[in-house]
């Protein structure tokens, strides 16, 4: 159970350094642009245009603000990584 623990806490910290690569200008959101910086960082031939990206940040983006805070994130993408466990 200890294991488990740690591994859990491991994988938060992991996400919580994921959030903040995202995170470029450090206040705590993931905006359109730094979402579309990533992505084009990730995928340089490929250039998603900004209604999709905002699509993307829609599917996450729980009280509709247009941006992603460290909460959603961690709604979205921590519970896939415990399925996959």
């Known amino acids: 159970m200890a294991a488990s623990n740690n591994k859990s806490s491991n994988t938060k910290e992991d996400l919580k350094k994921e959030f903040r690569l995202f995170d470029k200008n450090n206040d705590g959101f993931i905006d359109k642009d ?5 992505l084009k960082k990730i995928l340089p031939k ?3 245009p900004d209604d999709e990206v ?3 940040i829609s599917n996450v983006d729980k009280n509709n603000d247009g ?6 994130f961690m709604e979205s993408i ?6 996959m466990q």
């Open 34 to 38: 730094e979402l579309k910086l990533v």
């Open 46 to 48: 490929f250039n998603l």
């Open 54 to 56: 905002k699509r993307m």
């Open 67 to 72: 941006k992603i805070d460290y909460n959603e």
């Open 78 to 83: 921590y519970p896939q990584l415990q399925s």
